[in-house]
């Protein structure tokens, strides 16, 4: 079994229904699947397009618990760095892919730091029973959002800053293509990936008795 005994996805689909590796399996295609749908919606304002890929991976981490979420999120980017080298045409990421991608691109950050924020926001929802509460369940996504931009600015500013302070630009410049444009949007998907969640669990809940 991947998913954790307290995550979301254990509670609403039970052992006792389905063989637990087969519902673990089946949930992550369905994970991937919903991460390379949500990449291809998309706005470019940078180097970093805005997508609904950040309100994915907070309704994995919500739903699937650390472990099961993390993996997912983990097998999406691992997947598109074999298709970077095999296929690069193939949509998958929200950017054009190529060979190493996922570990040199100007979205590589971001895309590790889905992993991290699926296993943070898993973590607090289950193991630290966040998700019984609706306000500690929106301090939980809003991590996972923190970590996912912190992430982001930090491979930017180690990679891409000296390269712009070569051509005279500020942290600045680098705050407004990988951190700023995502603040407002990512919080607006933090309060619909919560309500969704607590909205699921309480469903749950409520049919268990």
């Known amino acids: 079994?991947?998913?954790?005994?307290?995550?979301?996805?254990?509670?609403?689909?039970?052992?006792?229904?389905?063989?637990?590796?087969?519902?673990?399996?089946?949930?992550?295609?369905?994970?991937?699947?919903?991460?390379?749908?949500?990449?291809?919606?998309?706005v470019l304002l940078g180097p970093v397009p805005v997508t609904l890929q950040a309100l994915v991976v907070m309704l994995i981490g919500g739903v699937?618990?650390?472990?099961?979420?993390?993996?997912?999120?983990?097998a999406y980017v691992l997947q598109g760095a074999a298709l970077g080298a095999i296929a690069p045409?193939?949509?998958?990421?929200?950017?054009?892919?190529f060979p190493g991608y996922a570990f040199v691109g100007a979205t590589t950050g971001y895309l590790?730091?889905?992993v991290v924020a699926a296993a943070a926001i898993g973590f607090m929802s289950d193991t630290l029973r966040?998700?019984?509460?609706?306000?500690?369940?929106?301090?939980a996504?809003?991590?996972g959002n923190v970590i996912i931009t912190a992430l982001g600015l930090t491979f930017?500013?180690?990679?891409?800053?000296?390269?712009?302070?070569?051509?005279?630009q500020s942290f600045s410049?680098?705050?407004?293509?990988?951190?700023?444009?995502?603040i407002i949007g990512d919080t607006l998907k933090a309060v619909i990936a919560t309500g969704l969640v607590f909205a699921g669990s309480a469903f749950v809940n409520r049919i268990r008795g």
């Open 130 to 139: 966040m998700r019984d509460n609706l306000i500690t369940l929106f301090i």
């Open 112 to 114: 590790w730091g889905f």
């Open 173 to 182: 410049t680098v705050w407004g293509w990988f951190a700023q444009p995502f």
């Open 156 to 168: 930017a500013m180690a990679v891409y800053y000296p390269i712009l302070q070569q051509t005279g």
């Open 64 to 74: 699937y618990g650390w472990r099961m979420g993390g993996l997912t999120v983990a």
């Open 1 to 42: 079994m991947i998913a954790t005994q307290n995550s979301l996805i254990a509670t609403m689909v039970p052992n006792t229904r389905i063989n637990p590796l087969v519902r673990d399996v089946a949930m992550v295609v369905v994970g991937v699947a919903l991460l390379v749908i949500s990449a291809q919606f998309k």
């Open 89 to 97: 045409a193939m949509p998958w990421f929200a950017t054009p892919n």
């Open 141 to 143: 996504m809003m991590v």
